[in-house]
Structure formats: structure tokens, C-alpha cells
């Protein structure tokens, strides 16, 4: 995830521990999207303390793990048919 991206999905898990952050890439050839959480206390320590705006380095967790994770144990159904629409 972008630095963007981590401090936007900070606010949510913030609020809501189990929030996941749902990344669509779709100039990824290799996938077209990935499904994240911040690591806990390690990541959302890490952004917490951060001031920066745009987009910019973290430095590691104290623990020294990442930032965020993969999530293992959410995945997209392919069965499931929706529309994503881009209100902007």
C-alpha cells in the first residue's frame, strides 16, 4: 500500500480493528487488487506517530515487522457479481 493508502486506512481501523483495506492496482499486471490490514501495535503505531502528508517512506515498527500485512483470512468471491462506480 501507498503511503496514502496507509494513513487513509489508519483512520479506519482506528475506529473499527477489523476494518480491511481493499487496494484495487490496475496497472499491476500481476493482480488487480490486494486485501491489507495494519499491523497491530507495530503499523498503526508507525502512522500514528507520523505528520507527514503525501506520499512518503515509514520507517519499520519498533518490533521491526511490517507496517501491514496480507490478509490470509478475507478473499474476494469470483462468484459474487457487483459493479464498482466511480463517483469523482
Known sequence: MSSIDVHTHYSYQIMLPEAVAIVMAPQDSSRNHGIFRLT?????????????RGFHAHSSPADGGPIYNTCKDVYMNPNLKFDVIDLR
Do not use: L, Y
Not at 40 to 52: E, S
Open 40 to 52: 497491530t501495535p507495530g503499523g498503526m503505531t508507525v502512522i500514528r506517530n507520523c505528520d507527514q
